[in-house]
């Protein structure tokens, strides 16, 4: 049974993935403990092959943030919230699209992925210790996404917790 295999059953991305991009994820995913290197070469190629697929910036970010390189975890996620605007047809700045008043972030999976995007951003600024631009993104969350359905109020609560633990 190869890695791949054995995660594909555990490891589900979008149905939307196509099936060369989703096999480099998998083979990824399942190398991403035990040969870093070779996972990240994987999760490149998996994007370098269909630079569209939303779900390549997921993986991404995801496995820079669990090895801890948070720069490069920010650089995938501002990559990923710029082609899901292009893709959504909205503004990927995130500050003005927040002033858009009439703008539907539930519309389709393409925004609800920005959000979640956006959620990671808000989550990676409070790792790096950037307090005041976390608090930013998630106010500006808020107003995108006043049901928080992507659950943007989690990572507020940290930051409360971090700032009450503070003091």
Request: hydrophobic share 45%; with cysteine.
């Amino acid at each position: 049974m190869s890695h791949a295999t054995h995660f594909e059953e555990r490891v589900l991305f979008s149905p939307d993935v196509p099936p060369a991009v989703n096999e480099l994820l998998q083979n990824a995913v399942a190398l991403s403990h035990t040969n870093k290197p070779e996972a990240e070469k994987l999760f490149q190629q998996a994007k370098r092959l269909d630079a569209s697929c939303l779900q390549t910036y997921f993986a991404l970010y995801k496995f820079y943030f669990y090895q801890g390189l948070l720069r490069e975890a920010e650089c995938e996620v501002l990559a990923a919230l710029q082609e899901a605007a292009k893709q959504g047809g909205f503004l990927c700045d995130y500050h003005r699209l927040a002033l858009q008043p009439d703008i539907d972030m539930y519309a389709n999976e393409t925004a609800l992925f920005y959000l979640y995007s956006l959620k990671a951003l808000a989550f990676i600024k409070l790792r790096q210790e950037q307090e005041s631009d976390a608090r930013a993104i998630l106010l500006l969350m808020q107003k995108l996404d006043p049901e928080d359905r992507v659950g943007a109020s989690v990572i507020q609560s940290l930051a409360d917790a971090l700032i009450e633990e503070l003091s």
